[in-house]
Nanobody
Framework: QVQLVESGGGSVQAGGSLRLSCAAS????????MAWFRQAPGKEREGVAA???????AYAEGVKGRFTISGDNAKNTLYLQMSDLKPEDTAMYFC????????????????????????WGQGTQVTVSP
């Protein structure tokens, strides 16, 4: 059974940085698409960044240049390095994985949708104060 556990969230001031981690267990496939989503109170969940198993990445327009998604296959861990955080980045952040690759999408700079993912973590809260 695939399990995803996020960590690294917290409270920071605007301009600060955080690194989120997503530890995966029970995932035995050699290919994947992994992504970070976020959901702010009263808003729908939205895609933030995605990475295909070949290393290709894509980002939401509002986080380009500030966030970096990466993966460590040896540690089965997905990361999201967030810099220059803004109050509008405040949300619950979720990681997700699916065995189906998302290369065509991310290569075109587009993010996969929620429905494209089979497995989800429980989320980690990020709060950015002005």
């Amino acid at each position: 059974q695939v399990q995803l556990v996020e960590s690294g969230g917290g409270s920071v001031q605007a301009g600060g940085s955080l690194r989120l981690s997503c530890a995966a267990s029970g995932y035995t496939y050699s290919t994947y698409c992994m992504a970070w989503f976020r959901q702010a109170p009263g808003k729908e969940r939205e895609g933030v960044a995605a990475i295909d198993s070949d290393g290709s990445t894509a980002y939401a327009e509002g986080v380009k240049g500030r966030f970096t998604i990466s993966g460590d296959n040896a540690k089965n861990t997905l990361y999201l390095q967030m810099s220059d955080l803004k109050p509008e980045d405040t949300a619950m952040y979720f990681c997700a994985v699916d065995r189906r690759r998302c290369l065509p999408l991310v290569a075109a700079g587009k993010l996969p949708l929620e429905v494209d993912f089979s497995y989800w973590g429980q989320g980690t809260q990020v709060t950015v104060s002005p």
